[in-house]
């Protein structure tokens, strides 16, 4: 079975940067769209950003130009680069993947938390 295990989380000054990583491990893993979503407290979970197999990248609106999602297949490994963090990002951050005629698959996820 594919698995994903997040680490990375921390605790941040506003304006700072963390880098959270995910690996996977069971499959294939340059075959899978990845992408990472998150909860803030008393928030609805939602899509942060994705990267296909290919490397094209989407991402939501509220941190374009602060986040860089990017993957290194060799390592098996999908990365939420965040910078210029601000406190309304605190939350879960959860890795995914999808697999073809699989479903998502999720990791535990990473606590994020920025203060001011």
């Known amino acids: 079975q594919v698995r994903l295990v997040e680490s990375g989380g921390g605790s941040v000054q506003a304006g700072g940067s963390l880098r959270l990583s995910c690996v996977a491990s069971g499959r294939t893993f340059a075959t899978y769209h990845m992408g990472w979503f998150r909860q803030g407290p008393g928030k609805e979970r939602e899509f942060v950003g994705k990267?296909?197999?290919?490397?094209?990248?989407y991402y939501t609106e509220s941190v374009k130009g602060r986040f860089t999602i990017s993957r290194d297949n060799a390592k098996n490994t999908v990365y939420l680069k965040m910078d210029s963090l601000e406190p309304e990002d605190t939350a879960v951050y959860y890795c995914y993947a999808d697999l073809p005629g699989e479903g998502r698959v999720w990791g535990q996820g990473t606590q994020v938390t920025v203060s001011s």
């Open positions: 990267i296909t197999q290919n490397g094209g990248t």
